[in-house]
């Protein structure tokens, strides 16, 4: 039986993809809709669609709020083709995250640029408002 809770529950996918945003050093809004202000980010799941490459030893980590608050640093060795990754918020209170503002999440590159790589950003919230 459904609670009131999972009524309210929604899922958002965002997408990263080299071949149409690039990966050079720095920051990257991830493509999708936006996750509303007064929203409880609790669960979050990375697909890697295309291995993540690079000349050297880049490294990813995605954040919605403040840094790393999704995925911490990862090198592109975690991004293999077909990897299922977990991000941070793990259906706790602990770990989940609250937006302020609506927003959407970065990818922040570092070490060494991408040459290739595809991954979808899945992330299941709550607006309480």
């Known amino acids: 039986m459904n609670t009131p809770l999972e009524h ?3 899922v958002a996918i965002f997408e990263y993809d080299f071949a149409k945003d690039g990966g050079a050093i720095g920051d990257i809004t991830l493509r999708g809709p936006d996750i509303p202000k007064g929203a409880i980010v609790d669960f979050g799941l990375i697909d890697v669609v295309t291995a993540i490459t690079s000349g050297d030893a880049a490294t990813a980590a995605l954040k919605l709020v403040t840094a790393e608050d999704i995925l911490a640093a990862t090198a592109k060795a ?9 991000c941070v918020p793990v259906k706790s209170a602990a770990t989940s995250i609250k937006t302020t503002a609506r927003i959407k999440p970065v990818m922040s590159i570092a070490t060494a640029a991408l040459t290739a790589g595809k991954i979808r950003l899945m992330l299941e919230y709550t607006v309480t408002r």
């Open 8 to 10: 309210r529950k929604n």
């Open 78 to 86: 975690s991004f293999t083709l077909a990897a299922t990754l977990a």
